[in-house]
T-cell receptor, first 116, second 113 residues
């Protein structure tokens, strides 16, 4: 019973390409997040969204943008891919409410992006 | 940047032993501390979490110990099994619904048979 689905497991793109990473959740969660995971650096927050049409920068937003036109879908966009954006990208969702900071994230299985 | 410092980076434990992973935080506004477990090829999954009103929380073989004055918390895995071999991340946030999790850098645990 997959809850958070990332459209691609592996992706290879060329430097300078515009890249779209798609994430869909079926739990009616308000909050959605994009992290990148690199060895020795853990998970770093790129962008997040509290609800539809809303977006907030995380810790490392440079070179990325996001789109959330529908509640269930959160897209990460690499405007002009560079080799230093080669990474594992993880999408997550969380429901919002009182004490919502304590609700667990549900992660997708990740997209491993290689930029050549 | 608010940090969560995690150690060790990697850990090898014999089957049946105790695995201990430690984390320290700086931001006193943090009041929610989860641990996530990640197997290869999978996204992280919530394992166990604690709030600072208690000093310890146990779920099966997994225990979180929390020391508010030292701003430290740790994960103990009792009777470690080869199936526990995974990467473990500690994290922290405030309780607010507008908060985001700050993750540690992760610990790769290998439980040898």
């Amino acid at each position: 019973d997959v809850k958070v689905t990332q459209s691609s497991r592996y992706l290879v793109k060329r430097t300078g390409e515009k890249v779209f990473l798609e994430c869909v959740q079926d739990m009616d969660h308000e909050n959605m997040f994009w992290y990148r995971q690199d060895p020795g650096l853990g998970l770093r927050l790129i962008y997040f969204s509290y609800d539809v049409k809303m977006k907030e920068k995380g810790d490392i937003p440079e070179g990325y943008s996001v789109s959330r036109e529908k509640k269930e879908r959160f897209s990460l966009i690499l405007e002009s891919a560079s080799t230093n954006q080669t990474s594992m990208y993880l999408c997550a969702s969380r429901r919002f409410g009182t004490g919502g900071g304590s609700y667990g994230y549900t992660f997708g299985s990740g997209t491993r992006l290689t930029v050549v | 940047q608010q940090q969560v410092k995690q150690s060790p980076q990697s850990l090898i434990v014999q089957k049946g032993g105790i695995s201990i992973i430690n984390c320290a935080y700086e931001n006193t506004a943090f009041d929610y501390f989860p641990w996530y477990q990640q197997f290869p090829g999978k996204g992280p999954a919530l394992l166990i979490a604690i709030r600072p009103d208690v000093s310890e929380k146990k779920e099966g073989r997994f225990t979180i110990s929390f020391n508010k004055s030292a701003k430290q918390f740790s994960l103990h895995i009792m009777d470690s099994q080869p199936g526990d071999s995974a990467t473990y991340f500690c994290a922290a946030s405030s309780y607010s619904g507008y908060s985001t999790l700050t993750f540690g850098k992760g610990t790769m645990l290998l439980v040898s048979p």
